[in-house]
């Protein structure tokens, strides 16, 4: 167990709708990324917070949005959903802004678009 | 921006060979390499890392290698066994950047 939380573990939607998933990082880590693995594909990173505020920006869509609130969760919003969007969403947290920290994974979100 | 190659993208070994994936990275200014391996459906889980201060860490039957001058570091794996198969990822970090990664490796261990 990593220390890091994510809900829902699995997420079965229609098409054109908006979900939310949610991210705890591990007690103490400032930083929250996220990322998305389609299936057989590597990890494309999507954003990452810091301390509240966003830090880096991948390759993330305009339809998907993400904050990191004051007790330092996250949630990613994906909206508009497409056939294409489903895959596994990972959130990983580090403890520091950009050093060296090792990032730790949750166990993921699985979401279906049908 | 950082682009990291990953070979072998599939690895097939006999139970108790060696395993080596090698990655190469883009940019020199890189300082940190972790090695996650990820089995079906799970989440990534870290297993070794490396940063540019150091050539080899070695964690009992997993090491790692970095060589900067080339820009590539590698995951080593003796004696595998079957719970070893999964898919490797490598990744690079630069300070003030992101995690960049790997396409994965796909290691099997046959028995």
């Known amino acids: 167990d990593s220390g890091v939380t994510q809900t829902p573990k699995h997420l079965i939607t229609a098409t054109g709708q908006r979900v939310t998933l949610r991210c705890s990082p591990r007690?103490?880590?400032?930083?929250v990324y996220w990322y998305q693995q389609s299936l057989d594909q590597g990890l494309q990173f999507l954003i990452q917070?810091?301390?509240?505020?966003?830090?880096a920006k991948g390759n993330i869509l305009e339809r998907f949005s993400a904050q990191q609130f004051p007790d330092l969760h996250s949630e990613l919003n994906l909206s508009s959903l497409e056939l294409g969007d489903s895959a596994l969403y990972f959130c990983a947290s580090s403890a520091g802004y950009w050093d060296t920290d090792t990032q730790y994974f949750g166990p993921g979100t699985r979401l279906t678009v049908l | 921006g950082e682009n990291v190659e990953q070979h072998p993208s599939t690895l097939s070994v006999q139970e108790g060979d060696s395993a080596v994936i090698k990655c190469t990275y883009s940019d020199s200014a890189s300082n940190y390499f972790p090695w996650y391996k990820q089995e079906l459906g799970k989440r990534p889980q870290l297993i070794i890392d490396?940063?540019?201060?150091?050539g080899e860490k070695k964690d009992q039957r997993i090491a790692v290698t970095l060589n900067k001058t080339a820009k590539h570091f590698s995951l080593h794996i003796t004696e595998t066994q079957p719970e070893d198969s999964a898919v490797y990822f490598c990744a690079a970090k630069n300070y003030g950047q992101n995690f960049v990664f790997g396409p994965g490796t796909r290691l099997s261990v046959l028995p």
């Open positions: 490396i940063r540019s201060n150091v």
């Open positions: 007690s103490g880590d400032l930083s």
């Open positions: 917070y810091y301390n509240g505020e966003e830090r």
